[in-house]
T-cell receptor, first 114, second 114 residues
């Protein structure tokens, strides 16, 4: 049972445009959400996070939005750059908030084209 | 130094071999993790060490044996593996496993079991 779902396995966006990556979750105990980026032959790297007490968190070109009632979060990248081409994983942690309880989604491969 | 270093990067082994994967971090993190990732799947947690003690074992078969010699090092000893154990093995660390700390991942060891 996949508790964190990324329904789009891939996404192609033109350079300069907005990339929107979506993530849905089913466990209402999830309290903390993170996005990781992964390049080929490298481990995932932390990108941005959001706590359930917020509905938006921004860091430069990256913004994460959380809609708790819909159990949905999204990552916006504006403007998209070719270096953003990677696999993006959404991850969620329960109310008890332990790093060891992270559940990852299946990932969305973003391709930013020239 | 914000790196988690894993060796080797690639490993091919037979089902009767014994091998070890190594992981090192010098960020002073007190929690270290082993994850397994199959192609097009999310990372799955295997083990968590907290303050050099095994705190979580996610029902991993005994042919995988973790070891934490000190706070900077984490090993995964492999013995009598099966072909279905072929995967990317990721090591990660965090400040503490009991808070919402972001994980720092290594680049992984791509393991093939013949």
């Amino acid at each position: 049972d996949q508790q964190v779902k990324q329904n789009s396995p891939s996404l192609s966006v033109q350079e300069g445009r907005i990339s929107i990556l979506n993530c849905d979750y089913t466990n209402s105990m999830f309290d903390y959400f993170l996005w990781y980026k992964k390049y080929p032959a490298e481990g995932p790297t932390f990108l941005i996070s959001i706590s359930s007490i917020k509905d938006k968190n921004e860091d430069g070109r990256f913004t994460v939005f959380l809609n708790k009632s819909a159990k949905h979060l999204s990552l916006h990248i504006v403007p998209s750059q070719p270096g953003d081409s990677a696999v993006y994983f959404c991850a969620a942690s329960p109310f008890t908030g332990t790093a060891s309880k992270l559940t990852f989604g299946t990932g969305t491969r973003l391709q930013v084209t020239l | 130094d914000t790196e988690v270093t894993q060796t080797p990067k690639h490993l091919v082994m037979g089902m009767t071999n014994k091998k070890s994967l190594k992981c090192e971090q010098h960020m002073g993190h007190r929690a270290m993790y082993w994850y397994k990732q199959k192609a097009k799947k999310p990372p799955e947690l295997m083990f968590v060490y907290s303050y050099e003690k095994l705190s979580i074992n996610e029902s991993v078969p005994s042919r995988f044996s973790p070891e934490c010699p000190n706070s900077s090092l984490l090993n995964l000893h492999l013995h009598a593996l099966q072909p279905e154990d072929s995967a990317l093995y990721l090591c990660a660390s965090s400040q503490d496993h009991a808070t919402n700390e972001k994980l720092f991942f290594g680049s992984g060891t791509q393991l093939s079991v013949l």
